[in-house]
């Protein structure tokens, strides 16, 4: 009885082990065109515009955003999805800046961008819209 017992607990923990695994594995980033927005201290919501591009197992963004009539356009240095964070870099006026986004319940992804001085702006990135209807 006792042998049959650890045996079936044995069992159950085998057949469940990828779906822990599934569970922890990170988000991926779907390619194409997102949408989204920033919102820097003092400046509200700005809409941004992103691409992005997943050749092989790397991910490449770039951005743009319109401020006050001036195009600015940026390339996100080193993004990279590690423990289900969303991690790259940028430079925005000469000045560098850090940023981490986790995933959304909706497909989107938040987080805080940081200038050097720790000055937190937010950051939201919204995948394209699905095609052709119901999508399971």
Not at 111 to 129: F, I, N, T
């Amino acid at each position: 009885m006792i042998k049959t017992r650890h045996f079936l607990g044995a069992l159950l923990l085998v057949a469940l082990m990828p779906l822990a695994a599934a569970a922890q594995a990170p988000s991926k980033l779907v390619a194409g065109k997102w949408t989204g927005s920033v919102s820097p201290p003092e400046m509200g919501e700005l809409p941004m515009a992103f691409e992005v591009k997943t050749p092989g197992d790397s991910i490449q963004i770039s951005a743009s955003l319109n401020v006050q009539g001036q195009e600015m356009a940026f390339t996100f240095a080193n993004p990279k999805i590690a423990d289900g964070v969303l991690s790259f870099t940028f430079d925005a006026m000469g000045q560098a800046i850090s940023c981490a986004l986790k995933p959304q319940e909706d497909g989107s992804w938040l987080g805080d961008c940081k200038d050097p001085a720790g000055s937190p702006a937010v950051m939201k990135m919204v995948p394209p819209k699905k095609e052709g209807g119901f999508h399971p």
